[in-house]
């Protein structure tokens, strides 16, 4: 998929990608650039369990806890990868749910957008909208979150590296590009 003048393969979706991993990692920007370029529909998660609710991520998570949303979201998944197929982002605590990787591996393919600890860091230092790090020292938070979740992130089918000197339409050929060694995930389209 180089930029090497040659038009870039086309393919039919099989099955739902569902991206997951931290916060920050670029889950909904490169979901949206993946599906665009697959002319798949791209969903996210957080955002149909916000317009359910009639409430942000941070309002479900002040009102009604964290326990509350982690069961909507498993829902939300749940029906989510009983629709139409499509390129799927999480939120960075979906993947933990054990429930949760069984469901996406019977009925999707999961992909780990593996970014290190100081570029998480950097994306999300200086916004307000991620509720689990509100606490008194945020960078420590987030580096508890990540040497806690990275195991469980590993579990993913697929695990591809994010490099800050992509932009988000490279990250998103580097995602089709894994996703291509997957037949039963990309079909390409002759022609």
């Known amino acids: 998929m180089a930029d090497d003048g040659r038009a870039p393969a086309r393919y039919t979706l099989k099955k739902t990608v569902v991206l997951v991993g931290m916060m920050g990692a670029g889950k909904t920007a490169v979901g949206r650039a993946v599906a665009a370029k697959l002319g798949a529909p791209f969903l996210d998660s957080d955002a149909e369990i916000e317009a359910a609710a009639n409430l942000s991520v941070p309002e479900i998570f002040t009102r009604d806890g964290e326990a509350f949303f982690r069961k909507r979201e498993s829902e939300v998944i749940a029906r989510l990868l009983d629709t139409a197929r ?106």
């Open 86 to 191: 499509c390129i799927l982002s999480t939120g960075g605590g979906a993947f933990l749910a054990q429930g949760n990787r069984e469901v996406i591996s019977q009925r999707g393919v999961s992909v780990w957008l593996n970014a290190e600890l100081d570029l998480l860091w950097n994306r999300v230092r200086h916004k307000d909208t991620r509720p689990l790090l509100r606490t008194r020292d945020p960078k420590a938070t987030l580096t508890a979150l990540y040497e806690a979740r990275v195991p469980l992130y590993s579990q993913a089918d697929i695990a591809v590296p994010c490099d800050p000197a992509l932009s988000i339409d490279a990250m998103a050929i580097r995602v089709i590009e894994a996703l291509a060694d997957r037949p039963d995930v990309l079909e390409p389209i002759d022609g």
